[in-house]
């Protein structure tokens, strides 16, 4: 079931170690229950099956991997976990530090059964939104795909609403999510500036798109296009099954924004496709995509490997090579992976003859 609240305005700023543009949100008070403890300052890395083949791409003209196409990499995996600082919510109730369970999938080196290292960087940087009650998990063979073309995929866990958290997750705690990720992206570039540790000169700041499906789809929703919660770090957004949420502090889609890139199941019961279709309808974005994916439910284009999930694994990909890589080229890419019979279609900039329908927002 979706709780809904009521909204209050405030704005909320954070000092982080990177200059982020600040977030002005509608932070509500987390239920009380689970409290992730204060995490050790460890870290584990490990290499990872690369998903969708059982070789790598062909090698570029010079034999280096090609950023941007899948399976040019194998990929690791990463973990850490930050501590966003206890500071005032937006009606002045205190809100306790923040801790951020981090995963991050990342090129390799080499054969994931020789080494962990990453390959040389820096990276285009894809931030990932997972849905309420998740964690990265679910989301890997996807994930782990767009790692294999050269991206490092940032994973934020949100503390009062995540995997671990059990019955205690509130959807509340959401209109403190998207200032959570852009505080987590933060960290993680500051670690790559830092010149010290595993991620060290890994990441690139200019190359920054994020994505997130359902509540994490809400979330970068309000950073694509809510007043309360731009990051002009962004230069690319995919919403996934996602919708507005309704206590967000500001108002949606008031101005053009990036590009933005939604996905949607026909058949989706818990977001209803008209969640999406408002969006996308609403949306002054000068590019903005709606992918179709015919009778799919809410998770099958997300979670494991099938004719729904290569569909969206490979048109966001191209998405995300065309507004934050530059390629203009990917844009056919786009249009050939999301148009399929009696599978998929792929409308742009308001086509597509979608209404504008229930949504249970």
């Not at 997972?130 to 782990?144: E, I, N, R, T, V």
């Not at 996308?280 to 015919?294: C, E, K, N, T, V």
């Not at 390629?327 to 399929?340: C, D, I, P, Y």
């Not at 086509?351 to 329908?357: K, S, V």
Request: charged share 10%; net charge neutral.
């Amino acid at each position: 079931m979706r709780i809904r609240t009521g909204p209050l305005v405030m704005a909320l700023a954070v000092a982080v170690a990177l200059t982020v543009t600040a977030c002005a949100f509608v932070p509500s008070q987390p239920a009380a229950g689970k409290q992730r403890p204060e995490p050790a300052r460890t870290t584990t890395a490990k290499a990872t099956p690369t998903p969708h083949a059982t070789q790598l791409a062909a090698r570029g003209p010079n034999g280096t991997p090609v950023i941007g196409v899948a399976h040019s990499y194998w990929t690791g995996y990463y973990t850490t976990t930050f501590t966003e600082p206890a500071h005032l919510g937006p009606d002045h109730h205190a809100l306790p530090a923040r801790h951020l369970l981090t995963q991050i999938w990342y090129p390799l080196a080499g054969n994931p059964k020789s080494t962990t290292r990453p390959a040389p960087g820096p990276f285009p940087v894809i931030g990932f939104a997972p849905g309420f009650m998740q964690c990265g998990g679910p989301y890997g063979d996807l994930l782990k795909y767009w790692a294999s073309a050269g991206y490092v995929i940032v994973t934020v866990d949100f503390p009062h609403a995540d995997c671990e958290v059990g019955s205690a997750a509130t959807e509340s705690d959401l209109l403190n999510e998207p200032y959570d990720m852009s505080y987590d992206l933060a960290r993680v570039l500051a670690l790559s500036a830092s010149g010290h540790g595993l991620l060290a000169g890994l990441l690139n700041g200019s190359e920054l798109g994020i994505a997130g499906q359902s509540d994490g789809g809400a979330v970068v929703a309000a950073i694509l296009g809510n007043t309360c919660c731009t990051d002009a770090r962004v230069k690319a957004v995919a919403v996934e099954s996602g919708d507005e949420w309704p206590p967000m502090a500001g108002q949606y889609f008031t101005r053009p924004t990036v590009p933005v890139l939604f996905s949607q199941g026909s058949a989706d019961v818990i977001n209803p496709p008209g969640c999406s279709v408002t969006m996308y309808l609403a949306d002054r974005a000068p590019a903005r995509y709606y992918l179709d994916l015919f009778g799919a439910s809410h998770t099958e284009p997300y979670w494991g490997v099938n004719r729904y999930e290569q569909v969206t694994a490979r048109v966001t990909l191209a998405f995300m090579n065309r507004y934050v890589l530059g390629q203009k080229t990917q844009a056919a890419v786009m249009s050939q992976q999301g148009n399929v019979s009696g599978l998929a279609a792929l409308y742009l900039n308001g086509a597509g003859g979608l209404t504008d329908t229930y949504c249970n927002t």
